[in-house]
């Protein structure tokens, strides 16, 4: 009788192993698909940069000379990125304003040192490991006037405005993102419009459009190389991010290809400053940019070998207009929020 209920005791010892080993095998199970639905589940990565500095110089009887100014520059830069199975969309959007005063008086207006509003917008399917189905859209224009000269804005004469120019790119091709901070978009498909809504701005043919035109649109390639990275060199509260893109019309003077490259490098100082330092380069062949002496306020003209002017229907000499690189860098200390 004892031999029996040992080999009983045995035999539900053994089961209940089995059966307690099948539960722990249904556990790993489990785990390992909760983990796995995690890992491919729905990803949002968002986070932002604003600064907002304030300069100002007061200059009395000063014997060394110079001239009072003052200046207040915002820059808001945000990201939301989303990632979910073989979908990624990323997004950004940029807006940076300006102003600057120089002298003393009334009759001394205010010029912007800095104006862009730009959203991009990306969205692909996964190929394989590092390459992606991918459309693109951007679109950047700016606030508000923009004068070259303080004649020009007492007289009222602009070169820019609200949505003159505005640009709007869409695009379709393949994004090679081989690691999170870089990514290669390459685009045989792209359309590039050209908007000028101002009247005055339109009938004078601004920005490459036909007179008394709001729209042109180009068919071409692009490309738009992109790097994102936070704390680059083991430097910490530091981060750094730039683009490039390039696109080439492919019916109209194809040789000539439109170039934007941008940098925002931004060093936290504590919890609230930081320091950040943004650079803007374009060339637009389409463009024709006013030549300017180096003091920037003497105008280049047309001028004959015998030093006389060309003079324009009105009798006026004729200024120096075409495409150029443009740059534009802005540096400020100012408060910061990063989230």
């Not at 120089?102 to 205010?110: L, Q």
């Not at 509003?117 to 006037?145: A, C, D, M, P």
Request: aromatic share 12%.
């Amino acid at each position: 009788m004892k031999r029996i209920c040992v080999l009983v005791t045995i035999a539900l010892s053994i089961n209940n192993s089995s059966f307690f080993s099948q539960i722990d095998t249904e556990i790993d199970k489990k785990l390992k698909t909760t983990v796995s639905e995690k890992k491919d589940s729905l990803i949002w990565k968002s986070g932002s940069i604003m600064s907002l500095g304030f300069n100002s110089v007061g200059l009395h009887n000063w014997s060394g000379g110079g001239q009072n100014s003052m200046s207040v520059q915002g820059l808001v830069s945000l990201f939301a990125n989303y990632h979910k199975d073989k979908t990624r969309w990323d997004n950004n959007f940029d807006v940076a304003f300006g102003v600057i005063k120089s002298g003393v008086g009334g009759n001394i207006p205010w010029f912007k040192n800095d104006d862009r509003i730009e959203l991009n917008s990306k969205i692909g399917h996964k190929i394989n490991k590092s390459w992606y189905y991918s459309g693109l859209v951007n679109f950047r224009t700016q606030f508000t006037y923009g004068y070259s000269t303080v004649e020009d804005k007492l007289n009222g004469i602009y070169f820019s405005n609200l949505f003159a120019p505005a640009y709007a790119i869409v695009a379709l091709g393949f994004d090679n993102k081989p690691r999170e901070e870089f990514a290669c978009f390459i685009s045989p498909i792209t359309i590039k419009n050209t908007i000028v809504l101002d009247d005055s701005l339109s009938q004078a043919a601004a920005f490459g459009l036909d007179p008394n035109k709001s729209l042109r649109s180009e068919i071409g390639g692009y490309i738009k190389v992109s790097f994102n990275k936070k704390e680059p060199l083991s430097i910490k509260d530091l981060s750094f991010k730039t683009n490039v893109t390039l696109f080439s019309n492919y019916v109209v003077q194809p040789q000539n290809i439109d170039v934007t490259w941008e940098t925002l490098t931004s060093l936290k100082i504590g919890k609230t400053f930081s320091l950040t330092l943004s650079t803007y380069l374009i060339y637009d062949h389409d463009i024709d940019i006013p030549r300017f002496e180096k003091n920037g306020i003497e105008p280049i003209y047309y001028m004959r070998q015998d030093g006389s002017f060309y003079l324009d229907d009105q009798g006026d000499p004729i200024q120096v207009k075409g495409p150029i690189t443009q740059f534009k860098e802005a540096m400020g200390l100012g408060i910061s929020l990063n989230f």
